[in-house]
C-alpha cells in the first residue's frame, strides 16, 4: 500500500486493495496468540502494531492524490519553482538516496517508517 501511495494514478486500486489488507492485518494480528503467561505482553504488542498498521493502511488508500512531499503536486513531480534550479541565493534541496535502492522503493520505505510525517504534506499543520 505504500508503494501504491507513492505512485500516480492508484488510487481506484488502493480503494480495491483496502478490505483485503484489512483482513490480512487483524488475521495476523488475532488468530496467532503467544500462550505462556510469560509471553503475553507480545500479544499486546503485536495488537497495537496491528492497530498503527490498520490506521496507515486506510489513511494510504484514501488519500486520493497519494502521499505528497512538500512542494510536490504528484508523487514524484515538483511544482512551480521547486521544478527549476536554483535562484542562485540558495542551495537546491538535496535528496539522500542510497544510489543502489530505486527510488520507488526507497520512497515506500520512507513512507512505511515516518510517523511525524517530517518533509511530508501530511505532516504540515
Request: contains cysteine; glycine residues 10%.
Amino acid at each position: 500500500m505504500a508503494y501504491l501511495t507513492r505512485r500516480p494514478d492508484t488510487y481506484l486500486i488502493r480503494i480495491l486493495l483496502l478490505p483485503i489488507t484489512l483482513c490480512g492485518i487483524v488475521a495476523a494480528a488475532y488468530r496467532f496468540v503467544w500462550t505462556p503467561p510469560e509471553l503475553n505482553v507480545y500479544n499486546w504488542g503485536q495488537c497495537l502494531l496491528a492497530a498503527v498498521t490498520l490506521a496507515k493502511s486506510v489513511e494510504y488508500a484514501l488519500a486520493e492524490e497519494g502521499m505528497l512531499k512538500v512542494g510536490e503536486t504528484r508523487p514524484g513531480q515538483l511544482k512551480g519553482k521547486e521544478k527549476e534550479g536554483s535562484n542562485g541565493h540558495a542551495g537546491s534541496v538535496v535528496q539522500r538516496r542510497l544510489s543502489f535502492v530505486p527510488p520507488a522503493i526507497y520512497d515506500a520505505v520512507e513512507v512505511m517508517h515516518t510517523l511525524r510525517g517530517l518533509q511530508w504534506k501530511f505532516g504540515q499543520g
